[in-house]
């Protein structure tokens, strides 16, 4: 089994910044199996939806449009932790961040069937 916790969510104005990161716990066994990685995001009253990932190699990338342009997802493999940098911030994007781990590698995924862990989920708050 894998654990995964995020941090460094928080209140902000628009056009500030905010850096994201989801630290990976477990096994040696499950970790070196890890493979892409991804955020998701829900706002109140609405469904989780995408917003980035990033392959096992970090040699492929994928966005959501409403994020592209504006955040830049990245990892650290020594580190196992995934980080998530918010740029320009807007006031649509509050919501509560959750980090998602594919427990075997099988290719960049957009959607929430594929991955296998998840975390409890950090708030970002955007005020206007």
């Known amino acids: 089994q894998v654990q995964l916790v995020e941090g460094g969510g928080g209140l902000v104005q628009a056009g500030d910044s905010l850096r994201l990161s989801c630290a990976a716990s477990?096994?040696?066994?499950?970790?070196?199996?890890?493979?892409?990685m991804g955020w998701f995001r829900q706002a109140a009253g609405k469904e989780r939806e995408f917003v980035a990932a990033i392959s096992w190699s970090a040699d492929s990338t994928y966005y959501a449009d409403s994020v592209k342009g504006r955040f830049t997802i990245s990892r650290d493999n020594a580190k196992n932790t995934v980080y998530l940098q918010l740029n320009s911030l807007e006031p649509g994007d509050t919501a509560n961040y959750y980090c998602?781990?594919?427990?075997?590698?099988?290719?960049?995924?957009?959607?929430?069937?594929?991955?296998?862990?998840w975390g409890q989920g950090t708030q970002v708050t955007v005020s206007s």
């Open positions: 998602a781990a594919q427990g075997s590698r099988r290719g960049i995924d957009y959607r929430e069937e594929g991955y296998d862990y």
């Open positions: 477990g096994r040696t066994f499950s970790l070196i199996r890890l493979g892409s």
